[in-house]
């Protein structure tokens, strides 16, 4: 048996299990996403009340994002996807590796900045003025760090990641993992609007929507995924 697809494929479906945990944390104890959509002295209010339990959260979620830049190479990289369909083969694993740097820089600006800025906030001692401007910060950089850079790029990249895949799953008969996928890559890319509707005044509920949705596909589909690489070690090696 092949060692290599059996473990990729735990790793897959670790990653799926794994990312999800973090989130289920901040939505639990700092309604996030929510707390996005918030005034800004709502949201550093939160921060500064979840203490060193919340930032460590934090850079759990950013490393988990990390993460996927080897699993991008893990399942990308194959002997035999480089040699039939390298264009593919290397796209999907160049596109995956960007999307997690990006995601995992975006999101560690909760772990480096935020704190900073939600320390100065809650100093009742500060002049006003400095906890306005840690509110204008604050806002700036969640526009540009986490819409821009994690959310928008990061989630484009990490959808032509999962389209890229899905077609070489799709030219290798693996039919179920590559339709998951195609879906998947779709709900992603629909919830990158988000951002650009709220830039344009308009209301991004729907692509949050899509959003939610396309990262519980991606959950399905590592998953999915994983469970294909166990059998098809499986398979040649009886």
Known sequence: MNTARPVTGACAIALAIVFNIPFAVLAATYDYPDVLRRPAGEALELFAAGGASLILTWHAFALSALA?????????????????????????????????????????????????????????????????????????????????????????????????????QWSERKRVCAVFGLVTALTIAIGTGEGLAIALGASGEVFSAATIGGFLGLTLWL????????????????
Not at 224 to 238: D, E, M, N
């Open 223 to 238: 998953i999915v995924t994983g469970i294909g690489l166990f059998r098809a070690a499986s398979a040649k090696g009886t």
């Open 68 to 168: 996927l830049i080897p699993m991008a190479f893990a399942l990308s990289l194959t002997p035999a996807r480089v040699a039939q369909r390298p264009a593919l083969a290397i796209g999907a694993a160049v596109t995956g590796a960007l999307s997690g740097l990006a995601q995992a820089i975006g999101l560690w600006r909760w772990v480096f900045v935020v704190p900073g800025l939600a320390r100065t906030h809650a100093d009742t001692a500060a002049p006003i003025e400095s906890r306005q401007a840690a509110e204008h910060v604050f806002a700036a950089l969640n526009q540009y760090g986490g819409v821009a850079i994690g959310e928008h790029l990061g989630q484009w990249l990490l959808a032509l990641f999962v389209f890229m895949l899905s077609l070489l």
